[in-house]
């Protein structure tokens, strides 16, 4: 291995040791997540109220040393401005003057991303596709990371709203933190006696070093092959008896792209069919929509995708 691969490990293996040692018992998930961060992705976090979905956002944000972190608190009242920015009239000069929005920032928290409207919803859109921002007919471009942590509770709560299609087809993952075990929840209990861990976390790494990571991913080795797998397995959810709504060619390159930043966190210079297989669920059953009688009986975007896995043949 050489000196800049060594530096590259020992950069993303501080990191993830920073973050899990707030985030206690998530090593996977924690993994994946910065994976999705190091491929230029944004992540959905669904999972039940205090399950440590916004201390894993603050966790990663206050491990990069130099990043802007921003969050915003969804509620049925928020408006696109609110995120966005909005002009307002600078009495001195006479002139709108452009006050921007939080969604200018390197690392955003769309915190309950599904308890505002749908048209503040599809605001991050155009932002989340295409790193820009069209406000009041100019264009806005962000600049640095901007990596958006979305967090939402199941949609059977109250006084939630389903996330549009196109929204969710924005996110390259969404992964669920679940409940730890008995013993981590006691160290949990043991770590915020006196204050919470990630008030003293500090930053481990630099946001050049996070930039690093990013060019490091993308010239990861994946192969023909694995590329064609890639491509056939997610084509198989089109035209499935199941799927009224199948994944998009965004899903094979989110899932290229993420295997090939969970490469670097393991160490190599490849991306292996298991690695695909691993995070293939988390990248492409949220883009899916059931058949209304698939959903009425019982079947899931996640089965299907374990299904399409297991029947796809693999190259060797």
Do not use: W
């Amino acid at each position: 291995m050489g000196a800049a691969a060594m530096s590259i490990a020992e950069t993303s293996a501080r990191l993830e040791s920073a973050v899990c040692s707030v985030v206690r018992g998530q090593p996977e998930i924690v993994r994946r997540v910065l994976a999705c961060m190091i491929a230029g992705g944004h992540v959905l976090l669904e999972d039940f109220p205090g399950t440590g979905k916004t201390t894993l956002a603050k966790a990663i944000a206050k491990t990069i040393g130099g990043a802007v972190f921003k969050r915003v608190q969804f509620t049925p009242d928020l408006l696109p401005s609110d995120i966005l920015g909005i002009s307002v009239l600078d009495p001195r000069t006479q002139e709108f003057r452009f006050h921007p929005g939080p969604v200018f920032t390197d690392i955003l928290l769309a915190d309950e991303i599904n308890r505002a409207s749908p048209r503040t919803q599809s605001a991050l859109l155009e932002a989340m596709g295409e790193r820009q921002a069209t406000i009041e007919g100019f264009r806005h471009d962000l600049d640095g990371l901007f990596f958006v942590i979305a967090t939402q509770n199941p949609v059977e709560f109250r006084g939630t709203y389903p996330l549009p299609e196109a929204q969710m087809d924005r996110f390259m993952m969404q992964c669920s933190l679940g409940y730890v075990s008995a013993a981590e929840e006691s160290a949990i209990l043991a770590d915020q006696m006196e204050s919470h861990p990630v008030d003293c976390l500090e930053p481990v790494v630099t946001r050049e070093e996070i930039l690093e990571l990013m060019a490091s991913a993308r010239r990861v080795r994946f192969s023909d092959e694995l590329r064609h797998y890639v491509v056939t397995l997610v084509a198989a959810t089109r035209g499935h008896p199941k799927i009224q709504l199948a994944a998009s060619p965004r899903a094979s390159l989110a899932l290229m792209k993420v295997t090939q930043a969970l490469a670097v966190f393991e160490g190599r210079d490849f991306v292996s069919p298991e690695l695909i297989q691993s995070v293939a669920a988390d990248v492409i059953a949220h883009r899916m929509l059931l058949a209304p009688e698939a959903k009425y009986s019982g079947a899931s975007t996640r089965q299907i995708v374990a299904d399409l896995i297991e029947n796809t043949p693999v190259p060797v």
